[in-house]
């Protein structure tokens, strides 16, 4: 085990929380729906963390996890139904608004217990009774890795690994302008604590079905450019012999790599008349805003929402929103 180094960042959670972890028995972690490997790779880093130091940690996740992620820690203890748990407190991570925590949030019976939000989302809604929230961090996991130094906990490779995963995801292979001195000496670290960089990659980035390429194909088919913004859209028809594939993961990134697009979106038809929409925008572009004003969230390089209606008449609806925001940030 490695101590972890002071580093470029000074971030650090708030006393509170310090103190809220270290009084805490049995605390409730949440990740929210769809996760993806910044959820999961949080959840099971704190998840871990907390057992470590003696804890009871229950983990929950309304959906299944990916089995992309199953080298992670208690990944088969992620649980999909909170029924009949009795937490002593509930930590939302990477969520940034309480929807994001589906069905495994009980209100009812875990509104009385405090609920302490981590999260690094700049739409963050603050909807905890303790709120450490951080837009500058690329990740949750980075501020789980600040959370550890805090405690003066070490690493080890279990706990590198999972922090590891969900600093990967979400920079998209340290892809993204939010990847500091800082991010990258911390990555150095959890290298040397044994988090297995390559392999982490191939996984959470480089690890597609031929049922999931076949849906890229299907929704490649539908490619339109509308001044800067490129999009496409993943009908229900379109995935109906793919084996329960539901989202194009991934495309939204590879159309932004458009020459001509400022702006990239997908649109998922889902049942009953929802249609599920994945932004990403170029450096000096924010499509937080715009996902936020239809009831989503996330940062300004990558965001998304959920909305009712019809797809083809969502698509143009919303494209046109996205032109509006084709004026770059002053
Ligand atoms: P993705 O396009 O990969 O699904 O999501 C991109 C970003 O937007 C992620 O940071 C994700 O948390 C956020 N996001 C996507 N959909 C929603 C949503 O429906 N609500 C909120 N609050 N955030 C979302
Ligand atoms: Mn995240």
Redesign the pocket.
Known sequence: MTKPQPSHSSIAPPPELLDALSSARKPLIIA?L?P?GDAIGSLTALGYLLYRMGKDPILACQDKAPPAFNFLPFYDRILQDTQGIQPDLVISVDS??PT?MGSVYDEARFGDLPLIVIDH?I?NVYFGDLNWVEPMCCATDEMIYYLTRALQEPLDETLATALLTGIVTDTRGFRTYNVTPAVMHITGELIDAGAPLSIITERVLDNRSLALITLWARALDTVELDQGVISAINTLAMRRDLGGVIRAEGL?SFLLSAQEAKIAAVFTEMPAGKVEC??RARRGYDVSHI?LSLG????PP?????VEGEIHTVRSQVVAMLKQALQPES
């Open positions: 929210h769809s993806d940034s608004d994001r989302h739409t939204v994945s932004f996902a989503g969230g996330g940062h990558a965001a998304g929402c959920t």
